[in-house]
T-cell receptor, first 112, second 115 residues
Framework: SQQGEEDPQALSIQEGENATMNCSYKTSINNLQWYRQNSGRGLVHLILIRSNEREKHSGRLRVTLDTSKKSSSLLITASRAADTASYFCATGRYYGNNRLAFGKGNQVVVIP | SAVISQKPSRDICQRGTSLTIQCQVDSQVTMMFWYRQQPGQSLTLIATANQGSEATYESGFVIDKFPISRPNLTFSTLTVSNMSPEDSSIYLC????????????FGPGTRLLVL
C-alpha cells in the first residue's frame, strides 16, 4: 500500500537557517502534498507537487520529487520562529482506493 | 481553495457518552473525509463520506462506533459513540474538490478528551 514516511527526525535549528526534511513512499503516486500542523491544530496545506514535476517553489518553500527513488524533500529557507511545527507529507493516488496516505511527520523547532 | 469549520473545537466527555462533530465547508465539494490523529501520531483515515451514498469505512473503523451523515455537499457530521479514553484524539474533517489532481484541505480539528 502507498505510504508517505518522513525520516523520523526532530529538527532543531536557529532562526535564519534552512530546514530540510525528507519523505519516502512505496508505490506509484499521482501527487505528493506537504502539510504543516501547529500545536495539534488543523493541517495547513503548503504545496502539492504532481508526479510529472521534479521541483516546485512557493515562497520560502522548495519541494523536490524523485519518482525513481520514491522520495520527496521539503526545504524551508531562512526559517522563522513561526515555522516551528510538525510537517507531514501525504501521497495521493487518485484511482484505486483514492485515499491520501500520510507519513509520520517531522517536528521542526526554530529557535529565535 | 476551501474553508472548513468544525464544531466543537474541543470537548471533554465522560466515557460511555457520544459526541457529534460538525463539519461545514464554504463551497460544494464532492469528497469529504474524516481523520483521527491520536496524541503524537500521524493521521489515520476513518471514512470517506460522499453525498448521496453511504460512508466508506477504513479497516478498524465501523459505522456503529463512528456513524457519519452527509446530507448535502457542504456539510457532514461524525459521531463518536460510546466513548472510551482510547477515543481521545483530534478529529479532522477534510475535503477534496472534484478532479484527479486536487489539493485536499483540512478543518481546524476537534480535540476530544474522554475521561
Amino acid at each position: 500500500s502507498q505510504q508517505g514516511e518522513e525520516d523520523p527526525q526532530a529538527l532543531s535549528i536557529q532562526e535564519g537557517e534552512n530546514a530540510t526534511m525528507n519523505c519516502s513512499y512505496k508505490t506509484s503516486i499521482n501527487n505528493l502534498q506537504w502539510y504543516r500542523q501547529n500545536s495539534g491544530r488543523g493541517l495547513v496545506h503548503l504545496i502539492l507537487i504532481r508526479s510529472n514535476e521534479r521541483e516546485k517553489h512557493s515562497g520560502r518553500l522548495r519541494v523536490t520529487l524523485d519518482t525513481s527513488k520514491k522520495s520527496s524533500s521539503l526545504l524551508i529557507t531562512a526559517s522563522r520562529a513561526a515555522d516551528t511545527a510538525s510537517y507531514f507529507c501525504a501521497t495521493g493516488r487518485y484511482y484505486g482506493n483514492n485515499r491520501l496516505a500520510f507519513g509520520k511527520g517531522n517536528q521542526v523547532v526554530v529557535i529565535p | 481553495s476551501a474553508v472548513i469549520s468544525q464544531k466543537p473545537s474541543r470537548d471533554i466527555c465522560q466515557r460511555g457518552t457520544s459526541l457529534t462533530i460538525q463539519c461545514q465547508v464554504d463551497s460544494q465539494v464532492t469528497m469529504m473525509f474524516w481523520y483521527r490523529q491520536q496524541p503524537g501520531q500521524s493521521l489515520t483515515l476513518i471514512a470517506t463520506a460522499n453525498q448521496g451514498s453511504e460512508a466508506t469505512y477504513e479497516s478498524g473503523f465501523v459505522i456503529d462506533k463512528f456513524p457519519i451523515s452527509r446530507p448535502n455537499l457542504t456539510f457532514s457530521t461524525l459521531t463518536v459513540s460510546n466513548m472510551s479514553p482510547e477515543d481521545s484524539s483530534i478529529y479532522l474533517c477534510s475535503v477534496r474538490t472534484s478532479g484527479r489532481q486536487e489539493t485536499q484541505y483540512f478543518g481546524p480539528g476537534t480535540r476530544l478528551l474522554v475521561l
